[in-house]
């Protein structure tokens, strides 16, 4: 990430936790066919704590895996959490994506995931790593879209909680709402082939595990995380906000209702 802008989620081990959550509960639906060939080379930009990278190594066991992240706070978790699950395939390195101390076409293949939307300059970005590709080499990108969100019981509260993160989001540079924006971001940084997924999250009361592990554990959870930052702005007030994570739990009981969609996009450079 760009140091000209924070992580508005924050590197605490609730965060930590939360991001473990997030990818346990989506690997079947993100990560599925995410596979590399033995002998390549694959950048991941932006690994974070190596919730992804795990996922990532193991359905790759052939391929080296270069994972870049500008925190060595994150790099230390990442680090252990790749020593713990027993993978091998993995170098990490301290950088920032904007400034990569890599050669030009040197990989073959490019993922990254829930990076773009932290980034003040997404599709400077995407020109740098275009680089980094060698000829006929793929980008694969996932990004959420908060605006994607829906409910039932529907609750005001819940959606200005929602709002109130992606206002804090966009004073930090980032843009919350990214995903709708990925097929037009690889079409105008030079990028080719482009194909775009829709990867709907859909929970409901036959879905105790998804809902404990997706509604709550991530989703809810990631709201409440930024309460008090959103309440220190001026974006919302902490009792509306508290209203909202409660909603959102609601929503994850029996009768309840949650739905999100990622977007996937792969590309050629």
Not at 73 to 99: K, P
Not at 106 to 114: A, E, N, P
Not at 186 to 215: C, K, N, Q
């Amino acid at each position: 990430m760009n140091d000209t802008q924070s992580y508005v989620h924050g590197y605490d081990l609730t965060e930590a936790s939360r991001l473990a959550d997030q990818a346990s509960a989506l690997q079947p639906l993100l990560h599925a066919d995410v596979a590399y060939p033995p002998g390549c080379r694959v950048l991941e930009a932006g690994c974070g704590t190596g919730a992804q990278t795990v996922s990532l190594a193991r359905n790759s066991p052939g391929a080296e895996i270069v994972s870049v992240d500008r925190s060595p706070q994150s790099l230390a978790a990442a680090r252990t959490r790749i020593a713990a699950a027993g993978v091998t395939n993995v170098r990490f390195l301290e950088a920032d994506i904007m400034d990569l101390p890599l050669a030009d076409a040197s990989f073959d293949h490019v993922f990254l995931c829930f990076v773009l939307e932290h980034l003040a300059n997404p599709a400077e970005a995407l020109r740098r790593l275009r680089r980094l590709l060698r000829p006929g080499g793929t980008l694969t990108v996932i990004e959420g879209d908060h605006g994607s969100t829906f409910f039932h019981p529907e609750d005001e509260a819940a959606r200005d909680a929602i709002a109130a993160l992606v206002a804090l989001q966009r004073a930090s540079g980032g843009d919350a709402n990214i995903g709708r924006r990925l097929y037009p971001l690889l079409r105008e940084t030079g990028f080719g082939d482009v194909r775009t997924i829709p990867l709907l999250v859909y929970v409901d009361g036959s879905m105790p595990d998804r809902a404990e592990g997706f509604t709550r554990r991530t989703f809810a959870a990631m709201i409440d995380g930024a309460g008090p930052a959103a309440v220190t702005a001026g974006l919302i007030d902490r009792d509306r906000h508290a209203a909202g994570v409660r909603a959102l739990h609601r929503a994850a009981e029996p009768d309840g209702i949650f739905s999100y969609t990622f977007f996937k996009a792969v590309a050629k450079g």
